[in-house]
């Protein structure tokens, strides 16, 4: 079974500054898809970005980009030039490459303060 | 073109009735999913579809909870005899998928709140 972690239920950055978001997984798979999805109060998931694991570039996407780690089982998410839209919760989730439901970790609920 | 939609947005139902939750996928997507989504359990897969397969039902909780899929489109999730720890979110999402696990992208609904009083 995979899981994931994420290790900050809450977290807080003023507009414009940078904020990233952790996320750990646990998995025997070597090949799989990590993704962020943003759920704001409307409850729609929106996808944010796709990691495949056998790239060892890392996805980047506008204001975007993540932080993997194959070895460390680690992907973290960067905001840059955060805004109030951004506000949300942020789910990490993993899907192996022969599977199709997705694994999601607790979420992180940032807040994006003027 | 018009994304998955679900139906009610909101439900209300007294312990020990039956719900049906609707949704309906993007066009042309032979896979759908559903999710659940609560406060204690985070968000948890219950029941996917692909075209003409049998369902993997392997997330349903319990047998109270039943879904199908009819024409190859819109699903239905029924839940029987509603408990409160059945108060969540239920997510429907669907996608592409014809092969390949995580290369197509989950378009989530903006799912059905269920309060079971």
């Known amino acids: 079974a995979q899981t994931v972690t994420q290790s900050q239920p809450e977290m807080s950055v003023q507009e414009a500054e940078t904020v990233t978001l952790s996320c750990t997984y646990d998995?025997?798979?070597?090949?799989?898809?990590l993704f962020w999805y943003k759920q704001p109060p409307s409850r729609q998931m929106i996808l944010v970005i796709r990691?495949?694991?056998?790239?060892?570039q890392n996805a980047t996407e506008n204001r975007f980009s993540v932080n993997f780690q194959k070895a460390a089982k680690s992907f973290s998410l960067k905001i840059s030039d955060s805004q109030l839209g951004d506000t949300a919760m942020y789910f990490c989730?993993?899907?192996?490459?022969?599977?199709?439901?997705?694994?999601f970790g607790k979420g992180t609920s940032l807040l994006v303060t003027p | 073109g018009a994304g998955v939609s679900q139906s009610p947005s909101n439900k209300v139902t007294e312990k020990g009735k039956d719900v049906e939750l609707r949704c309906d996928p993007i066009?042309?997507?032979?896979?759908l999913y559903w999710y659940r989504q609560s406060l204690g359990q985070g968000l948890e897969f219950l029941i996917y579809?692909?075209?003409?397969?049998?369902?993997?039902k392997s997330g349903l909780p319990s047998d109270r909870f039943s879904a199908e899929r009819t024409g190859g489109s819109v699903s239905t999730l029924t839940i029987q005899r509603t408990q409160q720890e059945d108060s969540a979110v239920y997510l429907c999402?669907?996608?592409?998928?014809?092969?390949?696990?995580?290369?197509?992208?989950?378009?989530f609904g903006p799912g059905t709140r269920l309060t079971v009083t």
């Open positions: 999402a669907s996608s592409p998928r014809t092969s390949g696990g995580g290369s197509y992208e989950q378009y």
């Open positions: 998995t025997s798979e070597n090949n799989y898809y």
């Open positions: 990691q495949e694991a056998y790239k060892q």
């Open positions: 989730a993993f899907i192996r490459n022969s599977g199709y439901a997705l694994n």
């Open positions: 066009s042309g997507h032979t896979a």
């Open positions: 579809f692909q075209g003409n397969s049998a369902p993997d």
